[in-house]
């Protein structure tokens, strides 16, 4: 019997990732129900795939690097809290690799559906916070930005990008109904995108656009329905330009476009800006080979900022062995997701969703921190989970009930 059998450990599941956009405490909601689904499904017999091993150990020298900096760092308490998150998010990692891998299809509608109900929450909290729909919200908004229930409005656009292209995704197959339900959805975070007004996140956003487009329009061997999706990404783009119009129409979002439009930024230049604060980084990082220690960075001890940037980040805090360690984990991430959906037959235009936006992160953290997102990692284990069960196989007990859902709907829709 497989963890993904009982309906008690999917509503577990579903229910870590339908909370995971409240995160305003730490540790949240989300994070206690992730650590007690961990120790129930292990508690339960779920087994680590065979083919996850390289991964594995990289993202574990990671850790221990971590160790290694933490026991020399100057402020104890942040680096063994930073540190703490850092196992959990690898913990997070395997959890889901490991219950996805069992039933990729069951197991990944199942997540989907929650990281939408996560999705709407954010949108919905954002949109009722920078309108004042229930009054000023200092908690949702932030310099004018939404931030939801994040603590900065730069996780909080990143977060929804996925549910917008989970739906972009699911208009390929969807009926005349679904159409507009997904086309709704899609517009929805999109909105909800542009209200964070963060330019990472909208890097974010037309990479992982992007990036599925080419990628589905190599993979779908259907005619029809490679049509249906350059009539989708037309639509899409038309319906973006329109969307951004109206809303730089009002006054009110005009001037924040305005603003955040900048190439640069206040906060980009000077003695203490963030590309001098960088550029001190990289110095660093050739004479620390071990490391300052998790969480150490924003310290007065050493650069009282945030380095901006992921793989400074991992290499100026976990030094040169754990920073190299992540970055080939995700190097790793994408050569084997890239090889699974070119090889994989009949591959799912969710796979490459998932895909799409771990580059899109990727491709935004040459500008943010990305190394404690919960969605991140969600991502990553979304791409991990699929591809070691075709490697392994199993991913053909479910393919020919792919290719007749795909059948019934292309007849059901006529493939309009």
Same mark, same amino acid.
Not at 14 to 28: D, G, K, Q, R, T
Not at 189 to 194: E, N, P, Q, R
Not at 359 to 375: E, I, N, Y
Not at 391 to 400: D, K, P, T, V, Y
């Given at each position: @019997?497989?963890?993904?059998?009982?309906?008690?450990? @999917?509503?577990? #599941?579903?229910?870590?990732?339908?909370?995971?956009?409240?995160?305003?405490?730490?540790?949240?909601? /989300?994070?206690? =129900?992730?650590?007690?689904?961990?120790?129930?499904?292990?508690?339960?017999?779920?087994?680590?795939?065979?083919?996850?091993?390289? #991964?594995?150990?990289?993202?574990?020298?990671?850790?221990?690097?971590?160790?290694?900096?933490? *026991?020399?760092?100057?402020?104890?308490?942040?680096?063994?809290?930073?540190? /703490?998150?850092?196992f959990y998010m690898a913990?997070?990692?395997?959890?889901?690799? !490991?219950?996805?891998?069992?039933?990729?299809?069951?197991?990944?509608?199942?997540?989907?559906?929650?990281?939408?109900?996560?999705?709407?929450?954010?949108?919905?909290?954002?949109?009722?916070?920078?309108?004042?729909?229930?009054?000023?919200?200092?908690? =949702?908004?932030?310099?004018?930005?939404?931030?939801?229930?994040? $603590?900065?409005?730069?996780?909080?656009?990143?977060?929804?990008?996925?549910?917008?292209?989970?739906?972009?995704?699911? =208009?390929?197959?969807?009926?005349?109904?679904?159409?507009?339900?997904?086309?709704?959805?899609?517009?929805?975070? #999109?909105?909800?995108?542009?209200?964070?007004?963060?330019?990472?996140?909208?890097?974010?956003?037309?990479?992982?656009?992007?990036?599925?487009?080419?990628?589905?329009? #190599?993979?779908?061997?259907?005619? =029809?329905?490679?049509?249906? @999706?350059?009539?989708?990404?037309?639509?899409?783009?038309?319906?973006?330009? &329109?969307?951004?119009?109206?809303?730089? *129409?009002?006054? $009110? &979002?005009?001037?924040?476009?305005?603003?955040?439009? $900048?190439?640069?930024q206040y906060y980009d230049?000077?003695?203490?800006?963030?590309?001098?604060?960088?550029?001190?980084?990289? $110095?660093?990082?050739?004479?620390?080979?071990?490391?300052?220690?998790?969480?150490?960075?924003?310290?007065?001890?050493?650069?009282?900022? +945030?380095?901006?940037?992921?793989?400074?980040?991992?290499?100026?805090?976990?030094?040169?062995?754990?920073?190299?360690?992540?970055?080939?984990?995700?190097?790793?991430?994408?050569?084997?997701?890239?090889?699974?959906?070119?090889? /994989?037959?009949?591959?799912?235009?969710?796979?490459?969703?998932?895909?799409? !936006?771990?580059?899109?992160?990727?491709?935004?953290?040459?500008?943010?921190?990305?190394?404690?997102?919960?969605?991140?990692?969600?991502?990553?284990? @979304?791409?991990?989970?699929?591809?070691?069960?075709?490697?392994?196989?199993?991913?053909?007990?479910?393919?020919? +009930?792919?290719?007749?859902?795909?059948?019934?709907?292309?007849?059901?829709?006529?493939?309009?």
């Amino acid at each position: @019997m497989h963890i993904s059998d009982s309906k008690f450990n @999917m509503r577990l #599941a579903w229910l870590v990732i339908a909370v995971s956009s409240i995160v305003f405490i730490e540790p949240s909601m /989300s994070d206690v =129900l992730c650590i007690g689904a961990l120790a129930a499904f292990f508690a339960q017999g779920m087994r680590i795939p065979k083919g996850a091993g390289t #991964a594995g150990i990289l993202l574990l020298v990671y850790l221990l690097a971590n160790v290694l900096s933490a *026991s020399m760092a100057p402020e104890p308490a942040t680096a063994f809290r930073a540190l /703490s998150i850092r196992f959990y998010m690898a913990a997070a990692w395997l959890l889901f690799t !490991c219950l996805i891998y069992e039933n990729p299809r069951k197991v990944l509608a199942s997540v989907w559906s929650a990281y939408t109900v996560a999705a709407l929450i954010a949108v919905t909290a954002g949109i009722v916070g920078y309108y004042e729909i229930i009054g000023p919200s200092h908690q =949702l908004i932030e310099n004018g930005r939404v931030r939801a229930f994040f $603590k900065d409005p730069n996780v909080y656009g990143p977060f929804i990008v996925p549910v917008a292209m989970y739906a972009l995704a699911r =208009l390929e197959t969807a009926n005349r109904r679904q159409i507009w339900a997904f086309s709704a959805l899609f517009a929805y975070c #999109a909105f909800g995108i542009l209200l964070g007004f963060s330019r990472g996140s909208w890097i974010n956003f037309a990479v992982a656009m992007s990036l599925f487009m080419i990628v589905r329009l #190599a993979t779908q061997r259907q005619g =029809l329905l490679r049509q249906r @999706m350059l009539r989708i990404t037309a639509a899409a783009l038309i319906g973006g330009a &329109v969307l951004i119009a109206g809303l730089a *129409s009002t006054d $009110k &979002v005009q001037a924040m476009l305005d603003q955040r439009l $900048k190439v640069v930024q206040y906060y980009d230049m000077g003695e203490h800006g963030r590309l001098t604060n960088q550029l001190a980084i990289v $110095k660093a990082v050739v004479v620390t080979p071990l490391g300052i220690g998790p969480g150490q960075s924003e310290q007065k001890y050493f650069f009282d900022m +945030a380095p901006h940037n992921l793989y400074l980040h991992v290499l100026i805090e976990s030094g040169w062995i754990g920073g190299l360690a992540f970055i080939f984990f995700a190097a790793l991430t994408l050569w084997r997701g890239r090889r699974f959906l070119h090889r /994989s037959a009949n591959v799912d235009a969710i796979h490459i969703a998932s895909y799409a !936006c771990v580059v899109g992160v990727l491709a935004q953290s040459f500008f943010v921190d990305s190394t404690h997102w919960r969605h991140f990692f969600l991502l990553i284990a @979304m791409v991990w989970g699929p591809l070691l069960a075709w490697e392994n196989g199993l991913a053909q007990r479910h393919s020919q +009930a792919y290719q007749a859902a795909v059948s019934r709907h292309t007849r059901a829709d006529g493939v309009a």
